[in-house]
């Protein structure tokens, strides 16, 4: 899985955009997985239902993943609990503050040409490239 | 089969789509992804293979989306209202893209590598889930003393 992967990367992204599409063009609803987790929280009805099932068809794609080819997920255990937990929780919060993150900002909004996406993703993935480089000891 | 019901069948078949996709596109292994990020180090550009795979199917479906009144199951379409490029997005991307860096996930494939059954997605997932409602609570608080202060400015508030 590791190493440059062109071809993988490229049939996979087509593989996101046919789920982003289907799920705008039947459903009307944009495949921002941030927004989808965060706006369940208080959601009802036919709100709740949709996201419920688009995040059960999401783990139940991991679990078939890992009955089919667990490499996907990679070696175990290469980050510490307690970066997984201040990461995650910076995650949410960033999300959360800037509506969107790779899904909602980087392919459905880049898809949209929405500038406000553009300049998200532009910027998220800077302070990433930021991190691993200082993390890494690169700068 | 009502309309909601379809919804929902299809909101659940894109799940599975989505997490097929991720899984091909090596974003469920947090190292291929820190890999992306590690530009100043051995640097895999796999994933803007991702992005640009995604991006060439969305734009043509988004394009279709913008000229029609409603989804083909009926409804209305879910757009973003906002559109202002402002502090808040820059913070909060600024903010996601240091999680991302830290971690190797964004918020889809913590959630496909829950699947995984391992303690990290997990961790990163709750976590995530914590900052959220943590971020909702303290902006809806923010809000309605705005508008308190806005309702009743004879307050000291």
């Given amino acids: 899985m590791m190493g440059f992967t062109p071809v993988g990367s490229t049939l996979g992204g087509l593989v996101l955009g046919v789920a982003i599409s289907l799920l705008i063009l039947f459903d009307g609803r944009i495949a ?3 927004g989808i987790v965060g706006r369940s929280f208080g959601a009802r009805g036919g709100d709740l239902s949709w996201r419920l099932y688009f995040l059960g068809g999401l783990v139940v ?4 993943w890992r009955l089919g080819s667990p490499g996907v997920f990679g070696a175990a255990s290469s980050t510490g609990l307690a970066t997984l937990a201040t990461g995650g929780f910076l995650v949410g919060v960033g999300t959360t503050l800037g509506n969107g993150c790779t899904s909602g900002h980087g392919l459905c909004g880049i898809s949209r040409l929405s500038p406000r996406s553009i300049v998200a993703t532009l910027v998220f993935v800077a302070t990433g ?4 480089a200082v993390t ?3 700068l | ?3 909601g019901n379809k919804k929902d069948a299809v909101a659940a078949i894109c799940g599975l789509l989505f997490a097929l996709g991720l899984g091909l596109g090596g974003m469920t292994n947090p190292l291929k992804v820190q890999a992306f990020l590690d530009v100043l180090g051995k640097w895999d550009p796999s994933l803007m293979f991702v992005m640009g795979g995604g991006i060439v199917v969305g734009l043509w479906a988004f394009r279709a989306a913008k000229r029609r009144a409603h989804p083909f ?3 209305d379409f879910g757009w973003p209202r906002r559109s202002r490029i402002d502090g808040q997005l820059l913070a909060g991307a600024a903010i996601f893209g240091v999680g991302w860096g830290l971690t190797g996930y964004c918020p889809g494939p913590a959630l496909v590598a829950l699947g995984a059954g391992r303690i990290g997605p997990a961790v990163a997932v709750s976590s995530m889930v914590l900052g959220m409602l943590a971020t909702q609570a303290v902006t809806a608080g923010a809000r309605r003393r705005t508008d308190k202060r806005r309702d009743h400015p004879h307050l000291a508030l």
């Fill in chain 1, 129 to 132: 490239m930021l991190t691993v």
């Fill in chain 1, 61 to 64: 794609g991991g679990l078939l």
């Fill in chain 1, 136 to 138: 890494r000891g690169r």
């Fill in chain 2, 73 to 75: 199951l009926g409804g």
């Fill in chain 2, 1 to 3: 089969m009502s309309n």
């Fill in chain 1, 32 to 34: 921002g997985i941030s």
